[in-house]
Nanobody, 131 residues
């Protein structure tokens, strides 16, 4: 069972930056390396929105996908040595305010759409962007 814990959320002014981290535990061997991982968010009264996914399987050139709403502003990365997934967010907007969650899966497709059905999820970290 993979345990995911997010951190790094907080309050920031529009135009600012934040870096979210997701630490994975209870992974054995090369499990973390083989995980498809990603981020999604949910704001009050809004539907869950997939943001980014990453998959490397040990390759130095991981595959990344982004939602249109964050492409060019957010960067997802995965440190297989430290078992940490990150989301660097810049040029933040008020509409980025939401609870942010990391998710992971060992099976199934590694796409933005698959984030909603991934086996493992964290508890979330809150991001608030003021204009």
């Amino acid at each position: 069972q993979v345990q995911l814990v997010e951190s790094g959320g907080g309050s920031v002014q529009a135009g600012g930056s934040l870096k979210l981290s997701c630490s994975a535990s209870d992974t054995s061997g090369d499990t973390f390396t083989r995980l498809c991982m990603g981020w999604f968010r949910q704001a009050p009264g809004k539907e869950r929105e997939g943001l980014a996914v990453i998959y490397s399987d040990g390759s130095p050139f991981p595959s990344r996908s982004y939602a249109n709403s964050v492409r060019g502003r957010f960067t997802i990365s995965k440190d297989n040595d430290k078992n940490i997934l990150s989301l660097q967010m810049s040029s933040l907007k008020s509409e980025d305010t939401a609870m942010y969650y990391c998710a992971a899966a060992l099976r199934g497709g590694c796409t933005i759409a698959s984030l909603g059905t991934m086996s493992y999820r964290g508890q979330g970290t809150q991001v608030a962007v003021s204009s």
